[in-house]
């Protein structure tokens, strides 16, 4: 790997690492601004906790050493509730400003996920 490839690595997953921490911790909280967020959306309330609890472990499976197939689990969770968030804010009519958070991890995501080093991956054994 790269020292350019690496340092894309680090800086997207740090970023993603600290958003999905964040907004995980926001919405166990369950803050007013987020539960009114997740109402108008259409949402249950209890969504909250699955999504902040989901979120925070995705945190810990992408930042530990070793264990690939867990950080690939973890990195299709973040971009199946990134990229619903966005199509869920879409369809709605949302303004473009109720995207960019959503959009930012989406993208912080596939950028850490394409760029994480080898033994970060799953290596397939050939038989």
Do not use: C
């Not at 350019?4 to 369950?30: C, D, E, F, H, P």
């Not at 950080?71 to 009519?93: Q, R, T």
């Not at 930012?104 to 050939?126: H, N, Q």
Request: charge should be positive; glycine fraction near 8%; charged fraction near 15%.
């Amino acid at each position: 790997m790269t020292k350019r490839n690496k340092i894309i690595y680090w800086i997207a997953t740090v970023w993603l690492a600290l958003g999905m921490l964040s907004t995980g911790i926001v919405q166990l909280l369950k803050m007013k601004e987020e539960v009114d967020m997740f109402a108008h959306l259409g949402y249950p309330v209890y969504f909250l906790t699955l999504l902040g609890v989901w979120k925070l472990l995705g945190v810990v499976a992408v930042l530990i050493p070793k264990f690939p197939l867990v950080k690939e689990w973890a990195y299709a969770g973040f971009f199946f509730a990134m990229s619903g968030a966005v199509f869920s804010h879409i369809l709605l009519g949302d303004s473009p400003k109720e995207l960019f958070g959503p959009l930012l991890l989406l993208i912080l995501t596939a950028v850490s996920w394409y760029f994480r080093p080898a033994d970060r991956k799953i290596s397939l054994v050939a038989q």
